[in-house]
């Protein structure tokens, strides 16, 4: 019999299992009512709030996995959400994930639609305007080599995937945008990486920027000169319009790009955004 007394000044001690919470890795909102918030944390499930963040509800808690990645809200209608799960940030404790889920109650129900072996979804679009074409990208497990990782789309709503763009077993999808104003147009970015219990290495032939102008039919790998290029090219077809101002944004996104800052100037240069400040 355990005599108590012998283990009174005993402190307590949390041994595991370990589970690394408190990041944020997904939002989207309603942009016709932006009170309607959804938010993925890397291992806290799915929230939403429907009063501008006050107060929030999980509403992922029954799905087998909360390790979330990125989450896309179709606007024509919001009802219909998606969420990719497994976290996209290769830390040394991120998340895997087990695929994409889909929701056309606004969240109180889910489906499971596929791409389970991507292990971790960091990137979701969906066409604008069709609800049935989607666009999802996968980082794919940091610790294992795959080739289930890369640029899927979907055309029927996730009943069925095509993988649209790939370049080794060890590089996934880190950003991806599309054009406003032409949903064929999408600009992403492979990451090369692998991760080992004691060591990282990053960057490597198969990490680069693609561009598509047929919805992902072809792609066309855009190296620092071709990219500023490219853009010196968009820019010069609107000159006659504003030529100081978009003379001055080319100028910019250049320097952006040649200095790492990520798709900014993508977005500055091709989609006609505004110019972000530079410090």
Known sequence: ELDLDKISNLKIR???????????????????????????????????????????KPIFDEQ????????????????IVWVGTGEGNPRN???????????VDGGKTWKHMGL???????????????????????????????????????????KTWKRILFSNKTSGVADLVIDPKNSKKLFATL????????????????????????GGESWKKL????????????????????PVKLARACNQAAWRFQ?????DMLKLICFNEPIPSLH
């Open 191 to 214: 990451y090369e990486h692998k991760r080992t219990t004691h060591y990282f290495k990053s960057g490597g032939p198969g990490s680069g920027i693609y561009l598509t102008e047929d």
């Open 14 to 56: 949390s041994i595991g299992p370990s589970n690394m919470s408190g990041r944020i890795t997904a939002i989207d909102v309603v942009t016709k009512n932006t009170k309607i918030i959804y938010v993925g944390a890397a291992s806290g499930g799915v929230w939403k709030s429907e009063n501008g963040g006050t107060a929030w």
């Open 116 to 158: 389970g072996q991507t292990k971790t979804i960091h990137r979701i679009i969906s066409d604008p305007k069709d609800p049935n074409v989607l666009y999802v990208g996968a980082m794919g497990d940091p610790f294992s080599p795959s080739e289930n990782r890369g640029l899927y789309k979907t055309n029927d709503g996730g």
């Open 259 to 263: 200095h790492n800052s990520g798709l």
């Open 223 to 242: 190296t620092t000169k071709k990219l500023i290029s490219y853009m010196e090219d968009r820019s010069n077809q609107e000159l006659r319009h504003e």
């Open 93 to 103: 404790s991120m998340n895997l994930g087990n695929g994409i889920y889909k929701s």
């Open 64 to 79: 087998p996995t909360q390790n979330i990645g990125a989450i896309n809200i179709f606007q024509d209608n919001p009802n």
